[in-house]
């Protein structure tokens, strides 16, 4: 077994392709392997840390695998810079330079798709969570009058019909947004709300979505979406990122 494995973080263009302006995962130097017109953005790690076993369990460690996906991120980020890339899911590892070098011969028609598809336009991320509300009113107005328990189921039920009310209305406002940034974006992908435990935040979440908008169309997309002003939705604009949703290196 050799003592290195080839990482893989992204393919661009070979004739655009410049040297990152960083390391790669665990401080290891980036390099470039060139086929096709293509340029495969790797590095050298120790086959033994980056085996199928070690890096099973190295996926189980949240902080290597912060480590590395700010490494795997930055990398990418910094090939943006200078053109189009397609990245490649976090710890893609192959055996050899002669294994990445047939990847990209076998796959260069649609690699070269890929590229042609992003060039000058990035990923934008919308995320939008229903909008926190006061019910202060609500608990007074239903105690008025009314005996303890009655005091209280009408409480309560007036609070679920409040909360269902929010996040229909939230709901239809996120979904107006979606159409609205979708009709300004080239493509969009929509995912499925993250649980509160992934988000960070206590307010559900009603729109998870991705788009990809030309370079010139930035200051559009910013007055879309931070300069709307809807009561009942809170909202996040990420970006401009790399095209990841759009343009990953996946395998077949």
Wanted: charged fraction near 30%.
């Amino acid at each position: 077994m050799a003592d290195t494995l080839v990482y893989l973080y992204a393919v661009t263009d070979a004739a655009d392709a410049q040297d990152p302006a960083t390391t790669g995962v665990e401080g290891a130097p980036v390099r470039r392997i060139v086929s096709d017109g293509l340029a495969a953005v790797v590095s050298s790690v120790d086959a033994v840390r980056f085996g199928e076993e070690a890096l099973r369990r190295n996926l189980e460690d949240l902080q290597w695998l912060e480590k590395a996906a700010r490494a795997h991120h930055e990398v990418v980020a910094s090939l943006a810079r200078s053109g189009p890339v397609a990245p490649v899911r976090l710890a893609t590892v192959y055996l050899d330079d002669h294994n990445v070098r047939a990847l990209l011969h076998e796959r260069a028609t649609a690699l070269h798709e890929a590229l042609d598809r992003i060039r000058g336009r990035v990923e934008w991320g919308v995320k939008a969570y229903v909008a926190p509300t006061d019910d202060a009113g609500v608990q007074e107005d239903a105690g008025d009058g009314a005996k303890p328990g009655t005091s209280y189921l009408m409480r309560r039920r007036a609070e679920r019909d409040r909360a269902a009310g929010g996040l229909r209305a939230a709901t239809d406002a996120a979904e107006a947004l979606h159409r609205e940034v979708s009709d300004l974006a080239v493509a969009s992908r929509r995912y499925e709300p993250q649980d509160p435990r992934l988000s960070g935040h206590r307010e559900a979440m009603v729109l998870n979505a991705a788009y990809l908008v030309d370079e010139a169309d930035a200051a559009a997309m910013r007055r879309l979406v931070e300069d709307r002003e809807v009561r009942t939705l809170r909202l996040e604009l990420t970006g401009p990122w790399a095209p990841y949703s759009f343009a990953t290196l996946e395998e077949p």
